[in-house]
């Protein structure tokens, strides 16, 4: 098996130099990532689900700070996180159900009934707010009154209930690792299949002879385009080319090789273009837990042509890009800057490019940002692999694949004294 602190150094790289293209490939390979440090942490004797925790927090750190601008990195650290919260929850629910059925079936008399009532719902939920806490019947008991504890046994019996509580113990870490990683295995695969199960729905949204306006290339936008031509439906796709790096280009040469009615036209003439649109669909980077997007640069100009012309601007986003921060929170890093080679040539501009202003700066500066931020308020409804929703809805959806005990992940630092 390879080392996991090789893999970790490996994928370090490709976050930092930028060698993964795209969110669901970078979200893929970062879950396949924690899989395999949850595989190979060392289970303790109590606190399982903790030592998990650190375990993924400790890398999950790293990979953010690699590539901070690639938020399907952090959200799929979270989504882990809160994988390994339910699934402990999950058992430590399920253990102390068996202790109030044991309580309950080995009770028969009235009189040990009296004297040794079952697990209350109040101790069921106290001990469950506890789960990471050490998986004992002192933990699980400790908001139950003394009349409720378990019997003490003979001594002669003591060895065997300690081995029997050993082993036990062993059994339950074993399975919390199963369960966790058989999980994550669900969500690897809920991440390699989000573009079908969006394509699933285009022909809810895609009508006959419609018009389609969309910016750049997205392969999530491309399938779903495609599964509404296979449905038969036959519609019109504008498409922006989406410069400095033309990635439209590229879009529109797949979707004339799949047979799509498609027009490609720059950037500057979408205003113009916009009264004969139907509906734009588009491709996110990352969707905010406001509702808002963040989205290749361009489309926010877009999503305003679209709302003064009344036009429905949907945004098509897997799960692994809903993403549990605000956009005004200190960890989200909302943009990049690319480099200028993509907007000019040097060699044409070096005379602009000279200090010859005296103090030291240049005379011409060059912005190349990457992304835009699209406001909730121009979006009109959202498609995921969970179906449609409105902006105004996106909080409560995101609200399900993580805990808030894991919203901010901050490096711990060790100060002398």
Do not use: W
Not at 77 to 104: F, K, P, W
Not at 376 to 395: A, C, E, Q, R, W
Request: aromatic residues 4%; charged residues 20%.
């Amino acid at each position: 098996m390879p080392d996991t602190q090789a893999l970790v150094n490996d994928f370090l790289n490709k976050l930092k130099k930028r060698k993964i293209e795209g969110s669901q490939a970078t979200a893929k390979q970062t879950a396949e990532l924690l899989r395999s440090v949850i595989s190979q942490t060392r289970m303790p004797y109590t606190n399982q689900a903790a030592a998990l925790i650190h375990s993924v927090k400790a890398v999950g750190e790293r990979l953010i700070a690699a590539n901070p601008v690639e938020l399907a990195v952090g959200n799929v650290v979270r989504r882990v996180l809160h994988i390994i919260r339910e699934e402990d929850l999950s058992l430590t629910a399920a253990a102390m159900a068996g202790l109030n059925l044991s309580a309950e079936s080995d009770d028969e008399d009235d009189t040990d009934r009296d004297n040794h009532p079952a697990l209350s719902a109040a101790a069921i939920a106290a001990a469950s707010r506890s789960t990471l806490r050490p998986p004992s019947l002192q933990t699980l008991l400790e908001d139950v009154p003394d009349s409720a504890a378990v019997p003490h046994t003979s001594s002669s019996g003591g060895d065997s209930e300690g081995k029997s509580k050993s082993a036990d113990k062993s059994s339950r870490s074993r399975k919390l690792k199963h369960d966790v990683i058989e999980a994550v295995n669900e969500l690897i695969q809920d991440i390699s299949t989000c573009h079908e199960l969006i394509a699933e729905q285009a022909v809810e949204h895609i009508h006959q002879n419609e018009v389609i306006l969309t910016l750049g290339s997205s392969r999530t936008v491309l399938e779903f385009l495609c599964a509404a031509k296979e449905k038969k439906r036959s519609f019109r796709v504008f498409v922006a080319e989406g410069a400095p790096r033309y990635q439209g280009h590229l879009l529109a040469k797949e979707l004339v090789t799949r047979g799509l009615q498609t027009t490609l036209i720059t950037d500057s003439a979408v205003f113009a273009m916009i009264s004969r649109v139907n509906m734009v669909i588009v491709g996110a980077h990352a969707v905010m837990a406001n509702g808002g997007v963040i989205a290749p640069v361009g489309l926010n100009m877009v999503a305003l042509a679209a709302q003064k012309h009344a036009v429905p601007f949907v945004v098509l986003a897997g799960s692994h890009k809903l993403c549990p921060l605000y956009p005004h929170h200190p960890e989200v890093l909302l943009n990049e800057l690319r480099s200028p080679s993509e907007l000019l040539d040097f060699g044409e501009f070096s005379d602009c490019l000279d200090f010859g202003s005296g103090i030291g700066a240049p005379l011409l500066h060059v912005v190349n940002p990457t992304f835009d931020y699209v406001p909730p308020k121009l979006v009109s409804l959202f498609i995921t692999d969970t179906g449609g929703h409105n902006p105004s809805y996106m909080y409560r959806l995101i609200a399900d694949y993580y805990s808030a005990d894991d919203l901010v992940l901050e490096r711990r630092t060790t100060s002398g004294n």
